[in-house]
Nanobody
Framework: EVQLQASGGGLVQAGGSLRLSCTAS????????IGWFRQAPGKEREEVSC????????YYRDSVKGRFTISRANAKNTVYLQMDSLKPEDTAVYYC????????????????????WGKGTQVTVSS
């Protein structure tokens, strides 16, 4: 059974940092992508960052470039999202998701490619 678990959310002041973790289990695939998505109250869900397992290629939405860093831990089943210089607009529920069957998608960080989703973790940034 494939399971994803996101953790690390919390309350932080603007300018502060948080590190989110996504731990996956039950994978039997050699090629997959992990994505971070977020949804603020009353707004559409949007992609934040994604990473490809096999080569480490990353994607960031423009609004988080230079502030967020996605990475793979030494443990193969864990992906981090280091969030620095947080802004109130980053406040949202953050979800991690996995794409296990789209090996050459053009827009590979799209939520529509994701096959498995974990429960979200709340990130709140106070002004």
């Amino acid at each position: 059974e494939v399971q994803l678990q996101a953790s690390g959310g919390g309350l932080v002041q603007a300018g502060g940092s948080l590190r989110l973790s996504c731990t996956a289990s039950g994978f039997t695939f050699d090629d997959y992508r992990i994505g971070w998505f977020r949804q603020a109250p009353g707004k559409e869900r949007e992609e934040v960052s994604c990473i490809r397992r096999h080569d480490g290629i990353t994607y960031y939405r423009d609004s988080v470039k230079g502030r967020f860093t996605i990475s793979r831990a030494n443990a193969k089943n864990t992906v981090y999202l280091q969030m620095d210089s947080l802004k109130p607009e980053d406040t949202a529920v953050y979800y991690c998701a996995a794409d296990v069957d789209d090996t050459s998608a053009l827009h590979w960080c799209s939520e529509f490619h994701m096959d498995y989703w974990g429960k979200g973790t709340q990130v709140t940034v106070s002004s």
